[in-house]
């Protein structure tokens, strides 16, 4: 930690700081500036209380901290990218970009199975789909619940495609975990502790979506809830920020892609459909993905978006979705990855 | 709802959304302007499906709301202020502006002893103290758990303050009800919509925060999960949004005081704490939150906020806050309400 | 300045560093943490090149600046407030709340004379009016000029009112400082450094608004550039910043208040119209800020804003503003502030 | 426009609503809905006054305009994209994808012809180099002024390279058209609209910067100062939005290409320098940028960013560039455009 005291404070005053950080468990080491007296205090940040506290003392001006925060979801932690297996035969973080395809609410078995067809004749590895959806009103569809878990399983079971789909409520976690290959915890939970502690005891591979207005960091740190509790199987998956900008439903951050794969060894899944909110702009947003890097695509497919009971202006048709594989074919090569034949 | 057609379109993309408009329950109306064709969609928006999706034909430019999404948490649905009785003799959202004071986090029967009995002494109807912590890292200090509540009762107990303390599991739903007065939302959990009706069906008030980046909207829809889940006594509480600012940790969004009172019939309280993450601020927040109207303020208290075990630098000590208390009062005077005497 | 290496990097690398330290003229000082090196580089960051730049190198994690990066506007360069003449004998930032309130644009001589006659009446002491108007679209209404101008001259004549009026253009500043008492510095222009300089050079007191997305770091460094232009009188005018909200035009941050007044001698005004773009809550947002401590409020006020020429929603009419005049009155008094008699 | 009344006003009421919206211009439309009653006002938005000052009238709840503001910047108006030459031989928007490279700032002509001739080799066809630089503190480096024009002059004349750079005042425009063949408007005067206009008619091609926090429909406004000003050569220029996330400097948004290709003729460039801080992250963002269609890149490059006199963080070497020209072959392949041979 760095405590930049204020300009001009008396001796007693520093000398009090300095007592602060050592009983805190700190080395303090002072260095006099030309306007502010510096103190580096020595001593692992994760392990002793944080010195941040001291900001509230009048002598202090700021308190910055040196170490980065997150350990076992960190690149210096684990050199190599991290691959996850999922389902029987998928991997996620390989050279084939995995595409995860299916609509944004399971609606019904018709609607299930003829977009999971498609999907999978598309290429598609997975199934997405939400049996419990979280909505922003009450007055609002919130899924078919198990049910909806059931058709999912059918439909795996029938295309041999691996399923994800959303844990929204620790009370659901193994029901969820029974029936899916990967747990998805939606932007709204991004930061429930409860719920990420409660998904990565089933053991399951955990895609955790950003935040709205969640910090590089703090997403970091939402992981390494994962990690902390002994699943190592964490995929994180960039759809979107809130920004001042009306035009698209959030900002995707394609940024994002580069930074995961500096910061962590996790893989790194870009949602286009919640990142826009716009059909229109998916195949772009997905040809910019893959050129940076994304190790999967997670995109929403309806048959007929305009009656869709949820979120239909931001999900693709069947044929748009064909078409979108195809055209992402030559953006996997001049990546170095490949789509899948 | 109205749905904005692209220009020079033809007739039979037209027909084709007036078609399914119909389809979909909402009887259509033809207006011819300038450039656009526009088409009022009459029919109730909140129980018809919606008709957003729309959005994703090729014919349609834009689709626009145009009922409020919110019913029961509405001004237009009950006109009076709506006052929650609190403990014994507490009610929020009367003349008198409800202190409810305290530290971040319960961290001994000494620290909230001590501070329970301060902030009673200086006027605080309630105790605020955190049991179960929501921490970004999965190596900060977690909460005390039961434990804290138990302290908090015996502080209840001593001093007569009422409690008001954090939900973070909906399986701790029950065992938080049987010790606090109030259940705290997090602004973390503010869209967890399971753990709102788990909060909701204890019958204890709810003080929900806003979001860090939830719109007024989505957060009175927020709200509304509680009224209808048969639990009429909400407090909306604004504890700053996430914005580009670095220098206070949110912006305290004081327009919120005003607003809240004109879309909805539910108390509004102000926390400056998180709202500012700086202590320093504290006071000056609170006499413009009771100048706007606040019914109530959720206020950081700590004996010594720098060896706090979470967020030293938001916290004001006991001399602090007394001081706050006396100058407040001629704010609350201004007006036309009362400060405890 | 803190310089942060990377861990586990060469000793050749470390070197490298601390030679480019002493190069661009600061004294190094190694502090070996736990985990990381930190080097304290001693020396005046504004008179020295930064050491920024260092962040491209590949064994530098971070570098964070330690001194404050203003000067002139700070408080520890004046420690007492500064109190700015306006006009003959108004002064802001002594006791008495100044009052600035006027149409948004200049549009006819008795849309201005009716209106400056009614807001003098009910206490304000200067008027505003654009006559030159930034605006988003180039079809919009531009102002009217000069012509504008002498009608704001015509107006302080008549009714002895001081006059503020937003400077667009460096080639208007000559003109502009012809008629005007203060120049207004909008919110798109407040980091357009030309137009900074050559108003501080009229030597007229200059109002600066804070820009639409700009840092409280990036406004006082802005100021700087008045004073730095050797004219002191500076009045910074906070008017809400543009954040994820709809419901409000933009969020305004009364935070802005104590801040300004920590950090910098110069008074503080409000703008409530801009900050809310609403009528109906422009009353409440005066007595929030003028609780908090402003120095003066900036209200736009139109005989009849649903024909203003621009920004109609914002503005008050008569009547509300002598009301809102009545009804800050106990809140001045009890910020140990006056209204004007 | 569409006027939407509050539920249950007077007939009185709904009748005044109907009278102003005539004698504005408009020929209202009543449709009475469920809960309230929608007026669609029928004429061109962009000729009459604008509805929105409605919105200050106690029965209205909001006024939502229907069509779009711009006119000579959209797609609509013009269908083919357009083509900018600049130079004697290079063209914008065609199938080559033009690269922009050089320093921040113009900072000695060794550095520019060093560099100059480096990117020229690497396949650039601009050069770029601010003269002139908007300095966030006074204190801080402004520019070589004209002998910094006189060097891109010099450097211009030795590589054939076109020259971009930055106008930041009115003053200048004369003496910067002279020197530049695209003038560039930086992010902080994208709203400065006397620039805007000062270099439009220049009749220099100009390259338009998206501010800090610029809305799409912003910018687009922007734009349309420079073609309502009789110059038809504008370029659209990404460079990163203020968010809330701090580990890179803006977030770039990158669905701007796909988004101004939709809704405009002209070219759009991204400035991956600006738009993340970070030289590591500069690579990646351009081969997201060039796959989602840009027809530019403006690059930062430096031969010894460390001691560059501004931005060093964000400026790639010779080396890094000459890679990064490389690398982009076959994205830009894939996405059916071309790198410069």
Chains 1, 2, 3, 4 share one sequence.
């Not at 691959?83 to 609607?111: W, Y």
């Not at 990565?200 to 509790?229: C, D, F, H, Q």
Request: include cysteine; proline fraction near 5%; glycine fraction near 8%.
């Amino acid at each position: 930690m760095i405590v930049v005291l204020k300009p001009k404070i008396s001796k007693k005053d520093e000398v009090a700081v300095l007592k602060e950080i050592r009983k805190l468990g700190y080395k303090p080491h002072v260095m006099r500036g030309v306007e502010r007296t510096v103190i580096g205090a020595i001593g692992d940040e994760r392990t002793h209380s944080t010195l941040e506290t001291l900001t509230a003392w009048p002598q202090v001006e700021k308190v910055m901290p040196v170490q980065k925060r997150y350990k076992l979801v960190s690149r210096e932690a684990h050199k190599a990218n991290s691959r996850i297996k999922v389902g029987k035969d998928t991997v996620i973080g390989g050279e084939e970009i995995v595409i995860m395809a299916g609509p944004c609410s399971v609606e019904s078995e018709q609607q299930l199975l003829t977009t999971a067809e498609a999907v999978r004749k598309a290429g598609a590895k997975m199934l997405r789909g939400g049996a419990f959806k979280p909505r922003t009103s009450p007055y609002e569809f919130q899924g078919l619940g198990e049910k909806g878990l059931k058709l999912l399983a059918k439909a795996r079971k029938q295309t041999g495609l691996a399923i994800i789909t959303e844990l929204l409520s620790q009370d659901h976690a193994e029901l969820v975990a029974e029936y899916t290959d990967v747990i998805q915890i939606g932007a709204r939970n991004a930061q429930n502790f409860q719920l990420l502690i409660a998904a990565a005891k089933t053991g399951k591979p955990v895609l955790l979506k950003r935040g709205l207005s969640m910090r590089i960091e703090e997403w970091l740190l939402a992981g390494e809830y994962i990690l902390a509790n002994d699943n190592p199987n964490l995929l994180f998956c960039e759809r979107g920020i809130r920004t001042f900008e009306t035009y698209t439903r959030n900002t995707l951050d394609l940024s994002t892609v580069p930074i995961i794969k500096q910061e962590s060894h996790c893989p790194i899944v870009i949602d286009p459909s919640q990142g826009c909110g716009r059909a229109d702009l998916v195949l772009s947003m997905c040809k910019g993905a893959v050129a940076l890097g994304a190790d999967a695509l997670l995109i929403e497919v309806h048959p007929n978006p305009a009656e869709a009971w949820s979120d239909g202006a931001q999900q693709v048709t069947l044929e748009m979705f064909a078409r979108l594989m195809d055209e992402l074919r030559p953006f996997a090569e001049a990546a170095g990855r490949r789509m899948p034949s």
